[in-house]
């Protein structure tokens, strides 16, 4: 059993950055891939990356690319999402998410954290 608390969000102007943090405990975590999701009211959950059990893996969508990485530390227990070069459209809760499998399908994994609201600002 795993258990994730985000943390991180909050308002930014756009072009700016944030690091959100998601937390883990459960001492399988560090077997675990991790990925990080968004969802904005009225929509379905969007995937935006993940990384492997142990960080030498990570994928991007085409939205983010090059401008988030997802970075991980298995010693602490936690998982990074940097964003860099904000815009108004990355406003979302952000999620993160742990499962065996690298997959982009949020139906996928077991294990949720609740959530942590960016808002940027044009």
């Known amino acids: 059993q795993v258990q994730l608390v985000e943390s991180g969000g909050g308002l930014v102007q756009a072009g700016g950055s944030l690091r959100l943090s998601c937390a883990a405990s459960g001492r399988t975590f560090s077997t675990y891939a991790v990925a990080w999701f968004r969802q904005v009211p009225g929509k379905e959950r969007e995937y935006v990356g993940v990384i492997n059990w142990s960080g030498g893996n990570s994928y991007y969508a085409d939205s983010v690319k090059g401008r988030f990485t997802i970075s991980r530390d298995n010693d602490k227990s936690m998982v990074y999402l940097q964003m860099n070069s904000l815009k108004p459209e990355d406003t979302a809760v952000y999620y993160c998410?742990?499962?065996?499998?690298?997959?982009?399908?949020?139906?996928?994994?077991?294990?949720w954290g609740q959530g942590t609201q960016v808002t940027v600002s044009s």
């Open positions: 998410a742990a499962d065996k499998f690298l997959v982009s399908d949020p139906s996928l994994y077991n294990y």
